[in-house]
Structures are given as C-alpha cells and as structure tokens.
C-alpha cells in the first residue's frame, strides 16, 4: 500500500482538455461520463490532467494505459486515505481527471469521491476493457 500511496504522491501526470462539453466552474462538479476516444484527445491536448487506474495493484501490473496512476478504490486504507486527501488538496480544482478501471463500476465510485473532494473536471470513461489504443505491461 505504501508503494502505491508513494506513487500516487510522486506521480503528477500533466495532459489536460478542452472539452466542449466541460462543466462551469462551481455549477455541476458532478462526474462526467465520456468515451475512450473523448478521453484520449484529452489526454493529447496539452493541457494538465492526472489519469487514475482505480483497479488493483495487481490489475494495474498486468496491463495498464500508458502515464495511468494506480490508485486502487477497493484497497484504499485509512493511510492512504490521509495520503490521498493531503495530495489532492494541493491540486487544483479545475484539473482535468480522468479515471478507468475493468469494466465501469470502480471508476465510477472513484469519480464520484473525486468530484465530492470539489473536483470541477472529473471524467470516468469506464473500463480497460473498451480502450481502444493501447496498453503497457509493466516489465518486473
């Protein structure tokens, strides 16, 4: 868990979006459901993001979408929870993040606690199992 955290805390990943459909500041910080081709051209735009595989370590290192972030919804501790909480609190708001985990469920409970935190940007598209445009397999 500690490796994870010390990931999560040492891994700002910067890409962000200029989405049309981009909610307004302080008006609807609820999640936003995209596809994968909208979540890839942001994370091609240029601009900041953070990209969160909210599956598990071990999902994680089977297979993972390049510059993906593991933070595991299911294995967050109390620790982790702290660590979490005080990095995001740095962040700001109206960052683009993204989340992805197997199939939809998890990403869709990290996008909901994200946009909670007071997350303006906050996109779930879905699972692994419908991008698209490639993976990466961690090497051990």
Known sequence: MRKIALVFVLSLLLTACDVSETPSNNIDTSPWTI????????????????LFDVRTGEEFMSEHIPNAVSLPVNEISP??????RTTL????RDISILVY???GNRSATAAH????MGFTKVYDFGGIIDWPFGTVTPVN
Do not use: K, N, Q, Y
């Not at 596809?35 to 953070?50: C, R, Y």
């Not at 609190?89 to 700001?92: L, Q």
């Not at 606690?113 to 909670?116: A, I, P």
């Open 79 to 84: 620790d982790v929870v702290v660590v979490f």
């Open 101 to 103: 985990c197997r199939s």
């Open 113 to 116: 606690m994200l946009s909670d």
């Open 35 to 50: 596809s994968a081709t909208e979540a890839s051209a942001i994370m091609e735009s240029g601009e900041p993001f953070w």
């Open 89 to 92: 609190e740095s962040i700001d």
